[in-house]
């Protein structure tokens, strides 16, 4: 991996793997992409970056040519919430945004990354410790997208060779750039409030279990599959990988370990209430350890810790910014 291109680069995941990469290769080596460039602008204006549709491939195959790319990071994608609002944008997107990827990639020989998702797996799934070759019946069409996306990329990889690697994601919890519209958001949404207002009004019920993994980790897991040794990899696409297990009720009571008088009060929202319940309550990872070593460093204490600390000084800066202006 030398020269890379990322879709969907603004986002939540994009814009840290971006930052990660950056860091590493140089920041002229990591091209970003993303539909729009309002957000994040620093990144922006940092280093290459290309506003376009990334169902547009012709374009995508001449950003990479020009910028001799070797590997695509793609997570240009609707997530679960979003997606059940627009079904057939979600498949648009989510389907031929992949397809086109895996079209320049076959024809250019580049290597691909695509993030699959706790939600590929569905109600009949075993719901604890779900193991890596289980049963695939998802009732979103954010889960449906997800395992063909996982199917195509095994596809890809065995009838053209290209190299197509991922992981399963459970939620991320990040504090850079905000969710775009997730069943998990509210374990990020979370701490934000609890920093701003010491209390939070959760759309999950508070005993709803679900994987999570804080960013960091994440943004390793992803460098670190596409680093892997090819010839141990038994699986390629769609790796479960995971750091904890949690409800909202147990997020809270960490958070009161830091922030002692923190409320947190419940509203359902019954799309995600049942997209959740639908999800597994935490994934069983020995496939990624053992063919590639994975391991996440942060766990629900030290993740709140971290989320807390880093939010109060960014709220802080962005509080004194805006005084500034005024
Ligand atoms: P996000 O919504 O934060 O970012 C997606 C980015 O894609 C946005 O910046 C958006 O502007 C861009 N985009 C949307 N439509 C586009 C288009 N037509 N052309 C080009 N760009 C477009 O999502 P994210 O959380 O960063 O997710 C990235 C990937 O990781 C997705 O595949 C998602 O399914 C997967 N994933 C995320 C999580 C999570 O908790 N964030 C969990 C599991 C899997
Ligand atoms: N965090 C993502 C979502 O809720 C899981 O893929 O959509």
Known sequence: MKRVLITGALGQLGSE????????????????????????????????????????????????????????????????ATAEKDPRLAWDLNLNGLVQ??????????????????GAFGPAT????????????????????????????????????????GVRYPGLISNRTPPGGGTTDYAVDIYYQAILRGRYRCFLKGDTYLDMMYMPDAVRAAIEVMDADPALLRHRNAFNVTAMSFCPEEQAGYIRRYIPDFEIEYEVDPVRQSIANSWPNSLEDYAARVEWGWKPRYDLDTMTRDMLDALSRRLEEARYVWLDER
């Open 126 to 165: 075993p719901k604890n410790w779900t193991p890596q070759d289980t049963l695939q019946r998802p009732t979103s069409i954010y889960g449906v997208t997800k395992v063909a996306g996982e199917l195509l990329c095994d596809y890809y990889h065995h009838r053209y060779g290209v190299d197509t690697r």
């Open 17 to 80: 793997i971006a930052l990660e990469l950056r860091r590493i290769l140089g920041v002229n080596k990591v091209v970003l992409t993303d539909i729009r460039d309002d957000v994040n602008t620093a990144l922006v204006e940092e280093g290459p970056f290309y506003r376009f549709d990334i169902r547009d491939g012709g374009q995508l195959a001449e950003i990479a040519r020009e910028h001799r790319i070797d590997t695509v990071y793609h997570l240009a994608a609707l997530l679960s």
């Open 101 to 118: 990827v895996l079209e320049v990639a076959r024809e250019m020989e580049l290597a691909v990354f695509t993030p699959s998702s706790i």
